[in-house]
C-alpha cells in the first residue's frame, strides 16, 4: 500500500514542481542596488555623515538596460538586506487600536517607547519604531531609447502608480479613515519619511506597506506599478532620491527592483525546487521499497501475521 502512494505523490509533486518553474523562469527581474554607488566618491569612508547631512544632494541618476520584453503591469519594488524587521522589539513596537481608531489616539502602547510622546508631552500618531523607521527613498524612471515597433506612435511617460499597493483589508478594518498623523517624526532625532497630516491613514499606503513586517532581513516591499510595456535592450533612466539609513547598521543595502508577475506572482524558484525534490524523493523510496519486496520476498509466516 505505501509503494502506490508513494508513486502517486511523485507523479503529482514532480509536474506542478515543473510548472512553477517554468512560470518563475517567465519572470523578468531588473536588480540595481544603489546604497553604494548613489555615494560620492569623497564620501564612501563615511557613508553615516553622508546619509545625516541635509546639505548634500541625495539625488542620482543610473541607466538600466531592460535584458527581455517586459509586460505590463510592471511591478516597483525597494529591497533592503540585513534589516532586521521579524525583531521582537522592534515587531512590537506598535499600537493597533492607535491605527484603527481616532478616539485610541492616547492609547500609546508599552512597547511605543521611545516613540510614543512627542517633546511637548502629546502622543505621537502613529506611534512606535515601525511607523518611526519608515523607508523614504523615491525613484522615477524615463526613457533614454526606444527600438522602434509596428504601431508605435511615440512612448507613454514612465509614470509610477501607488494606488491599490497595500491590501484592501488593511484599508478597509486596520488603518482609520479618521485617524490622522499627529506629532510623526516632531522629535530630535528622525527616523525615516514623513506623512501627510492632511490625508488619514488608511489613505497612507507607503505606510500600510512598511508596517507589514517581514519575516526575514532581506526583504522586497511594492513600491508601486508602471502600466508600460519595456522591449529588450531598452534603456531606462532611474533618478533615486537616496534618503534611507542603512548605513548605520552593519551590512546593510539597498536596491531598486523592476518586475513582471506570473501566476504564482514574482519571481521564486524555491517552490519549484522543492515540489521536484520532494516528487523525486518519493519515486526513490518507492522504487527502493519495489527492489526490496523483490529481493526480500514476503514469506508464508509474513502472510499470516498479516
Not at 481616532?102 to 517607547?113: M, S
Amino acid at each position: 500500500m505505501v509503494i502506490p502512494v508513494l508513486a502517486f505523490v511523485g507523479l503529482i509533486f514532480i509536474p506542478i514542481g515543473l510548472a512553477c518553474i517554468v512560470s518563475s523562469n517567465k519572470v523578468v527581474e531588473v536588480v540595481y542596488r544603489y546604497d553604494t554607488k548613489c555615494v560620492p566618491g569623497n564620501m564612501l569612508h563615511n557613508k553615516v555623515a553622508y546619509i545625516q547631512n541635509a546639505s548634500i544632494d541625495k539625488t542620482c541618476t543610473r541607466t538600466l538596460k531592460i535584458p527581455r520584453d517586459m509586460k505590463r503591469p510592471i511591478y516597483i519594488y525597494y529591497q533592503l538586506d540585513k534589516f532586521y524587521q521579524n525583531h521582537r522589539r522592534y515587531s512590537t513596537s506598535r499600537s493597533d487600536a492607535q491605527l484603527r481608531e481616532p478616539k485610541a489616539a492616547g492609547d500609546v502602547a508599552e512597547f511605543c517607547k521611545p516613540e510614543a510622546f512627542a517633546a511637548n508631552g502629546r502622543p505621537i500618531v502613529p506611534c512606535g519604531l515601525i511607523a518611526w523607521s519608515l523607508f523614504n527613498d523615491t525613484y522615477s524612471f524615463a526613457r533614454r531609447n526606444r527600438l522602434p515597433r509596428d504601431g508605435d506612435h511615440g512612448p507613454p511617460p514612465l509614470t509610477v502608480s501607488k494606488r491599490g499597493i497595500s491590501w484592501p483589508s488593511e484599508r478597509g478594518h486596520l488603518f482609520g479613515k479618521n485617524v490622522f498623523p499627529r506629532n510623526f517624526q516632531n522629535g530630535s532625532l528622525v527616523g525615516g519619511g514623513q506623512l501627510d497630516p492632511r490625508k488619514p491613514l488608511s489613505e497612507q499606503e507607503d505606510l500600510m506597506v512598511w508596517m507589514r513586517t517581514a519575516a526575514l532581513p532581506r526583504f522586497r516591499k511594492l513600491y508601486g506599478r508602471m502600466e508600460a510595456d519595456l522591449v529588450a535592450g531598452e534603456l531606462i533612466t532611474v533618478t533615486v532620491r537616496n534618503s534611507y539609513n542603512s548605513y548605520s547598521y552593519a551590512g546593510g543595502e539597498k536596491a531598486v527592483v523592476l518586475s513582471t508577475a506570473g501566476w504564482l506572482g514574482g519571481r521564486n524558484g524555491f517552490l519549484g525546487r522543492a515540489y521536484v525534490v520532494v516528487g523525486m524523493a518519493c519515486f526513490l523510496l518507492a522504487l527502493l521499497l519495489t527492489l526490496l519486496c523483490l529481493v526480500f520476498p514476503m514469506k508464508e509466516e509474513h502472510l499470516l501475521l498479516r
